[in-house]
Each structure stands twice: as structure tokens, then as C-alpha cells.
């Protein structure tokens, strides 16, 4: 038993277990017996693999979708297919909060609030969201965690095996290995919510300087390992701001840009989940003026050499340095670099470094959906790879491109028209890879949480 009390039951995770290996298995087997009788239809194949998972409420789902994010880890019909499935757990009732509370705060739970509301606000893969007034008249949010997450995470973390040893043998030409790690490493990550509490004072203290972007007070008295008690900021979907004056549109994704990139350029820190339930435009006069950044479970630091290993590429695309782009390779751990093998990587960073290159107002991409944002090129390095891999990407590019494509993804939804290369030249600012490192070093340990290795 965990020292919260929380179970990782051997019931709950043998129950998840067999039918997460029933449903993913049977879907494996009809894609591996298609293939073999050249059935191999890669639209059907995802609907096999969503028709699997779409059952399943709750951590498994969540990483499906995270794999639709990562380039020629699985097909891009498979991704299109996964990317529809919502990560919502059904709903906990007020009886079975009640309970859940008492166990986080104790019997007189209801008496530190001074309401709490019965129904949920959010609902999402690994908790949900309740309103509540602090007793000084603060509006608060509480996130509780389901029952039993750290069974239904391991269960699923044992069977992401199948659907990456599929993808072995289906696609050879990437190894997932290092990215099946980083996986589970971070979603054990998310159960802790007395890290995320962390996370959150750490990015409340890189952004308080920045007036486009609001961040939760976390109230440290009212939260444990599985709940989080924090302020309740108030504000509208983006998408509900997709018609709103250029300026508007603009003006939240420059500050987008900068929640996400001023953390890791200047800390090596990044937020991991950039998805559309994760921020909310805030008004003022009547006005969106900036963005709410909500949910720190998913934050992934990174050592300063590969902060720096992102910036040299950048600089070596732009000037057009093939030695720079190199070196960036190599730091990273990229192995067996042939000029065929660094021209088939070099797709995928133009794509993603691309609106940054140029100087000059413009859209994140042309004639593209938000889900089709990275499709194409995605593609056409699977396409290159099938004659020069094996190739294992480190596993710190899961998170850079999953922020890289949810960011594209906003900015194609606002229809954003914005100088990328000088917001991305002012994150940079005059960087040194060793003040990165004190910078880090000194915001996380006064969060209580340790530096990445530098």
C-alpha cells in the first residue's frame, strides 16, 4: 500500500489488464492477418486500434492519443483515428467524493471549504474538477483523482508493449524503445499531484512577470498526492474567440507562444500537454488579454545541453550550417548519421522550425486542418526512413514535438498571424546554455523538486 493509502490492487490491475489485452490484441492480430493476405488498408487498420481503445476510459486513451502526436511512430490514418478519442473517465458521484475527500483531508473536510460544489466542473483522463470557495472568499478548483489510477496506469503501460511491437514489425525503420520509456515515465508522473502543485509554483514564478499569462495559486494546505486544491481562474475557450478581430486572435496566440517557449528556452522546462482543455482566454474591459495555463501534471525538464542542442539547430537552419546542424544531432544521441540519414531528419525539423526561419508576418502553415498539421511531412520522413533505418529518436523529442504540433495546431484554429521568427528570437534572448542551468536549478529547488542532469 502506498504511503497515502492509495492501492495499486492486484484485482483492479489484473481486471484492467485483460481487457486491455483482449480488445488491443484481437485489434493486432486482425491488422497483422490483413497485412499478411494484403489487407493492409491503414484506415481501416485505425479503426480497428480506435474501435479497441475507444471502451476504455481513462490513462490508455491518453496515451493513443499522445502516439498520434509522434512522427512515424504509427500511421498517419491511425493518428487521424486516435486523435478523435476524448480521455474522459465517467464521472464520480457526490457519495463517492464525499468518500474520496475524507480520505485525502480527513472526516472534517467540509469545513475547510467554505462550499464545495457536488457536481464536477471538468472531468478529465485521471481526475476531476470540482468548484469551491475558500474560507477567504476565494473561488477555488479541486481536482480529485479517480480511484485506483495507479492500477489502471500500470495495466496500461504493460500493454502500450503491444501496440509499439506491432509498429517493430509493421515499421521497422524507427525504434520506439526511448519513447515508450519517456511514456511511462511521465503519465507515473501525472498520478502525483503533490508534483504537479509543484510544477505549478515553479511556473507561477517563470511567468509572474508576464501579463498575457495566468497561472493557479496552488493552496499547499488543502492538497496531498491526490488532490489539488488551487485558485479558480475564470475564462472562455479559445475556439469560442475563432471569429474574433485579428488582433484578438493574435494577441492570444503571442501569448501561446511565449507560456510555451519562454520556459524552455530560458529554463529548460516545457509544458508537455498543449491541448485545447489545457488554457482559456481571461478578459479585462470586456476583452481577451491573454491566456489562463492550467495543468501541471504533465511538465518535462530537460538538461540545458538539450536546450541548447534545440537552439544551435535552430541557428544552424537559419544561417544554413550543416556542421551546427550536425553537432545539435550528435548532442542529442542520434547514432550513425549518414548526409542521406541528417537530410531525412532535417525534413521534419524544417517543418517544425519553418515559420520560425523566416522574419516576416505570417500563418503557422497554409491550406492545412489543425489535425492534418504535420501529416504530410510526417509521412514523407517514414517514407525516407524505410531505407536507412533502424533510427531511435531520444526520448526528449516526444514532449518538444507533441508542444511543437499542439502550438500549430492553436495557431491554426485562431488563424494566428504573427512574426514567429522574432517571438521565438526574443524567447531565445541572449542564451547561455550555463544560465539556463542556474536558472533551472534555483526556480526548481525552491519548488522542491530536483534539476534535470546538466
Request: aromatic share 8%; net charge neutral.
Amino acid at each position: 500500500m502506498a504511503k497515502d493509502g492509495e492501492k495499486n490492487s492486484l484485482t483492479g490491475r489484473v481486471v484492467r489488464h485483460a481487457r486491455v489485452g483482449t480488445q488491443v490484441g484481437t485489434a493486432a492480430m486482425k491488422i497483422a492477418s490483413g497485412r499478411m493476405f494484403g489487407d493492409g488498408d491503414p484506415m481501416r487498420e485505425g479503426k480497428l486500434i480506435a474501435d479497441a481503445l475507444g471502451g476504455l476510459k481513462g490513462p490508455l486513451m491518453k496515451v493513443a492519443q499522445l502516439l498520434a502526436t509522434i512522427p512515424d511512430a504509427i500511421p498517419a490514418e491511425w493518428a487521424a483515428e486516435l486523435q478523435r478519442l476524448q480521455a474522459h473517465a465517467p464521472a464520480m458521484g457526490w457519495a463517492f467524493v464525499r468518500r474520496r475527500m475524507t480520505t485525502e483531508l480527513g472526516a472534517d473536510w467540509a469545513k475547510r471549504y467554505a462550499s464545495f460544489e457536488h457536481a464536477p466542473a471538468h472531468a478529465a483522463s485521471l481526475g476531476q474538477v470540482h468548484r469551491a470557495t475558500a474560507k477567504d472568499g476565494r473561488a477555488l478548483a479541486v481536482k480529485l483523482q479517480y480511484p485506483d489510477m495507479a492500477s489502471a496506469v500500470e495495466a496500461d503501460l504493460s500493454q502500450l508493449d503491444v501496440l509499439f511491437s506491432l509498429m517493430r514489425r509493421l515499421r521497422p525503420q524507427i525504434d520506439t524503445s526511448e519513447l515508450a520509456i519517456e511514456v511511462g515515465d511521465r503519465l507515473r508522473e501525472e498520478l502525483d499531484y503533490e508534483r504537479e502543485r509543484r510544477h505549478t509554483s515553479v511556473y507561477r514564478e517563470i511567468l509572474a512577470d508576464d501579463p498575457g499569462v495566468r497561472v493557479p495559486e496552488p493552496i499547499d494546505a488543502l492538497s496531498t498526492r491526490r488532490l489539488l486544491t488551487m485558485t479558480w481562474l475564470e475564462g472562455k475557450g479559445l475556439l469560442s474567440h475563432k471569429t474574433a478581430p485579428q488582433e484578438i486572435r493574435n494577441r492570444l496566440s503571442e501569448a501561446m507562444f511565449r507560456a510555451w517557449w519562454h520556459p524552455f528556452c530560458r529554463f529548460g522546462v516545457i509544458h508537455g500537454d498543449p491541448h485545447l482543455g489545457n488554457y482559456a482566454a481571461f478578459e479585462e474591459g470586456g476583452e481577451p488579454q491573454g491566456i489562463n495555463l492550467l495543468d501541471f501534471g504533465c511538465i518535462r525538464i530537460f538538461p540545458s545541453r538539450f536546450v541548447a542542442g534545440v537552439i544551435e539547430h535552430y541557428r544552424g537552419l537559419l544561417h544554413d550550417d550543416r556542421d551546427r546542424v550536425v553537432a545539435a544531432y550528435e548532442a542529442w544521441g542520434f547514432k550513425n548519421l549518414s548526409n542521406e540519414l541528417i537530410d531525412t531528419l532535417d525534413i521534419w525539423a524544417r517543418f517544425l522550425f519553418g515559420p520560425l526561419l523566416t522574419d516576416r508576418t505570417r500563418r503557422i502553415a497554409e491550406g492545412v486542418s489543425p489535425i492534418e498539421f504535420g501529416r504530410k511531412e510526417a509521412q514523407r520522413v517514414a517514407d525516407a526512413l524505410k531505407a536507412l533505418g533502424p533510427v531511435t529518436p531520444p526520448r526528449e523529442f516526444l514532449f518538444m514535438d507533441r508542444a511543437a504540433l499542439g502550438l500549430g495546431g492553436v495557431f491554426l484554429h485562431l488563424d494566428a498571424e504573427l512574426n514567429f521568427h522574432r517571438l521565438f528570437e526574443t524567447a531565445i534572448g541572449d542564451f547561455e546554455r550555463e544560465r539556463v542551468a542556474e536558472r533551472q536549478s534555483a526556480a526548481l529547488t525552491r519548488a522542491g523538486l530536483r534539476p534535470s542532469t546538466q
